[in-house]
């Protein structure tokens, strides 16, 4: 079973259903029958044309769930116009549905929700983690917004900023999480950057090319996450970090600054540094300053305390870091992606000379990580660190 050929029709699938006049949640429940379906009959019996094979059997699935609401009478001349036998054309529309998952409708936070759920193909709980909040109340979250869209015809596409939210979350699971959608993302970024004559989407394009091209150093042989300061510069795609700057600098020219162009220029100055002691941490220090005056985001002041600490000094960054204890929220509370605020305390406390502090820090951070190749780097953080105090 080719499960990333499943996960690449689907949002072209439940394209074609709503376009036939699916609301939204009948719709993708109909896409999950016929992906289960699939499961169950593809390992003995492919079909020739797999899309065409979904959309037939996602469009029964569908008129089977309305004859059975209370909408059927309605709906019942749905049935003439089931798509015939035979290969369906090979039009890509999953740009056009995340822009239809963008409804007015829905508020920006929900509309973002319900497309990596339903297009991106990302579960609830990795959902949750990329809005720092419990599995249960992005669950809800999500389930509020399908009753919202429930029955709306979708002629007013949603705006271009949400739809950019939901690209760089998309990106950030491929890129960091157990989903890999990276490319994915940069495919339909590149389409809308084509479509769009807009900065911040051609600065979106820019940050993901940047960090992407660093993606073959980020992970050893064996598995573990490797720092940026500590990655081999050498494996880090050129032609990508070059195009990404080009098109950063072509939009940062047109002085319409946004928070994707600002990220973008602190990527392009980390490619920039032949190595890490050369990179231009005061300059970094600056875009975080517009970062923070466009967003002003608890998780930007955390990574503006780590570029402080690496342009002044430890101190001066764990000076910072007692600001946010004290004005901001909490890990706890949503404001800090857990374990990052635990494990900055403890680079900056490593930095400054205190080891036992550094990994204990470690230590607690490692067992709030969400995933286990992030637990396994920071226990082996704290672990190097008190082999190191037993020397």
Known sequence: MNEVLLRSLTPSVLAILVRRGADFAAAEDAVQDALLEAVRVWPADPPRDAKGWLVTVAWRKFLDATRADT????????????????PTPAVDDTLQLYF???HP??????????????????????????????????????????????????????????????LYLVFNEGYSGDVDLAAEAIRLTRQLSAAIDHPEV????????LHHARRAARTAPDGSLVPLAEQDRGRWDTAAIAEGVEILQAALARDR???????AAIAALHADAPTAGETDWVQIVEWYDELVRLTDSPVVRLNRAVAVGEADGPRAGLAELAKLDDSSPSSSSGGYPIPRHTAVAAYLHERDGDLATAARLYAEAAQKAPNLAERDHLTRQAARLNARRRR
């Open 257 to 263: 600054l946004g928070e994707f162009q600002a990220q």
């Open 202 to 209: 051609a600065g979106l394009l820019a940050l993901m090319l």
């Open 105 to 166: 409708s829905l508020t920006p936070s929900s509309a973002v929700a319900l497309t990596l759920r339903a297009v991106g193909g990302l579960t609830t709980r990795q959902i949750a983690q990329a809005y720092l909040v419990p599995e249960a109340t992005m669950a809800q979250r999500i389930s509020r917004a399908k009753r919202t869209v429930s029955g709306v015809r979708f002629d007013q596409p949603g705006n271009v900023a949400t739809v950019l939210r939901v």
């Open 100 to 102: 239809l998952c963008a």
């Open 71 to 86: 909408a059927r009478r309605r709906r019942e001349g749905l049935v003439d116009e089931e798509p015939a036998p035979g």
